[in-house]
């Protein structure tokens, strides 16, 4: 699937969730819920661990963001603001997680829990 197409399916806002003031909306990377061992096999985490890593998740994609998101009068020169698409770098344990109207799990956030865009 090309950029442009994973854009435009995430500009349609599947989740139902409008973010407003400073806040956007972050699509968490998901775990596979299992927890590798050194002798190659697997076990899978309990329920309560998984959610409990899921909210620690640190990488996610911007999905939607309010119009003041990132909009800080003294932005450092020569850095790119974030745009919906990116795939970033959260603060651990940031915002909270909330569940769209398409059963995907989110995260909601501050704009300042957005550490890093990665490139």
């Known amino acids: ?38 002798s190659g096999f697997k076990l899978l985490k309990p329920d309560e661990t998984k959610e409990r890593d899921q909210h620690a998740t640190m990488e996610g994609m911007i999905v939607r963001m309010s119009p003041l998101a990132f909009g800080y009068e003294q932005w450092p020169a020569g850095s790119r603001k974030p745009e919906v698409g990116d795939a970033v770098v959260l603060a651990r344990y940031s915002g909270l997680n909330i569940t769209g109207k398409d059963g995907v799990e989110y995260r909601l956030m501050n704009d300042k829990d957005v550490v890093a865009v990665r490139t």
């Open 1 to 38: 699937m090309s950029k442009t197409a994973t854009l435009r399916k995430v500009e349609e806002n599947p989740s139902g969730i409008e973010p407003i003031e400073y806040k956007v909306l972050v699509r968490p990377k998901q775990e596979d819920g299992y927890v590798q061992l050194k």
